[in-house]
């Protein structure tokens, strides 16, 4: 006895996704937004808004120093390559806070 067995399937190759950079504005000493979910491979770019303000985006628990300061029209761009929670703070002012999630 010979059994023949055959599979159909509808599944469509997997979607590939591009990498996509989101923009966070820095104006009246506030991150805006604060808290932003992206996926692994997005970056994220910090445009300073304020008039006469300097300000840093800085991952101090990751150890990494603080990186420069940069001022009015200037910004800042990271990229993600690993999912997890990653809270920062401006350097020059701790008050100022956000937080990524990286899917």
Known sequence: M??????CSNIEPAQTRSNTTFTVEISKFKFIP??????????????????RQYHSVWFESSGEPEPDYFFPDESYKKTFDQPGVYSYRCG????????????
Do not use: C, Q, R
């Open 2 to 7: 010979t059994i023949l067995l055959t599979a």
């Open 34 to 51: 604060a808290e932003l979910t992206i996926h692994a491979g997005d970056s994220i770019k910090w445009i300073n808004k304020e008039k």
């Open 92 to 103: 020059p002012h701790p008050k100022m806070t956000g937080k990524i999630t990286v899917l």
